[in-house]
């Protein structure tokens, strides 16, 4: 059974940083691309980053795009993402998730339960 | 800036069937984007129903189908039960590797 575990998520202040975990389990780890999705309160879904399997390749969202920084780690079966000069708007739920594919993200199909992040002053 | 569509909300009869879509700001969805439908109950994350256009996810019953329509992505659920009532919103995967969610669409079954 796939389960993805995120952790991490608190209250920061405004420009401060953070960084977020999954754990997963239940697959091979190296073999898929890893997602982080997050929701605002209220709010839709927004994508944020996503790395291949081998970790050899990032992308991200215009939105945080030169402060967040997403990695992994293969031998512990755990995705990071490093969260700096955070801003009240990244206040959300962050969602870690599953790709199908393990190079460039082309669907999620699994999804952690997700951990919340508090931007505040 | 690439925006997708989707209807912000819809409403159904129980047992009905209904039909969600998903287009972008500019040009037409194609099999290309993957396009993918999550559905989210409040409180809850997310849970895949649709991949690469038509595939449903593991449990998925088969009440619940993709496809394109027209120049769009379309979700569609037939006899629609009262725990169908929930958020649904559509991805595409674009060959950037950017991915971009629709606002979501939701869905009323009364």
């Known amino acids: 059974e796939v389960q993805l575990l995120e952790s991490g998520g608190g209250l920061v202040q405004t420009g401060g940083s953070l960084r977020l975990s999954c754990a997963a389990s239940?697959?091979?780890?190296?073999?898929?691309?890893m997602t982080w999705v997050r929701q605002a309160p209220g709010k839709g879904l927004e994508w944020v980053s996503t790395?291949?399997?081998?970790?050899?390749?990032?992308y991200y969202a215009d939105s945080v795009k030169g402060r967040f920084t997403i990695s992994r780690d293969n031998s512990k079966n755990t995705l990071y993402v490093q969260m700096s000069s955070l801003r009240a708007e990244d206040t959300a739920v962050y969602y870690c998730?599953?790709?199908?594919?393990?190079?460039?993200?082309?669907?999620?199909?699994?999804w952690g339960q997700g951990t919340l992040v508090t931007v505040s002053s | 800036q690439t925006v997708v569509t989707q209807e912000p909300s819809f409403s159904v009869s129980p047992g009905g069937t209904v039909t969600l879509t998903c287009g972008l700001s500019?040009?037409?969805?194609?099999?290309?984007?993957?396009p993918s439908w999550y559905q989210q109950t409040p409180g809850q994350a997310p849970r895949t129903l649709i991949y690469?256009?038509?595939t449903r996810s593991s449990g998925v019953p088969d009440r619940f189908s993709g496809s394109i329509l027209g120049n769009k992505a379309a979700l569609t659920i037939t006899g629609a039960q009262a725990d169908d009532e929930s958020d649904y919103y559509c991805?595409?995967?674009?060959?950037?590797?950017?991915?971009?969610f629709g606002g979501g669409t939701k869905l009323t079954v009364l």
């Open positions: 998730a599953k790709d199908r594919r393990s190079t460039s993200p082309r669907g999620i199909d699994y």
């Open positions: 239940g697959f091979t780890f190296s073999n898929n691309a």
């Open positions: 790395i291949s399997g081998s970790g050899g390749t990032t």
């Open positions: 500019s040009g037409s969805v194609s099999t290309s984007y993957y």
């Open positions: 690469s256009t038509y």
């Open positions: 991805v595409l995967y674009m060959d950037s590797g950017n991915v971009v």
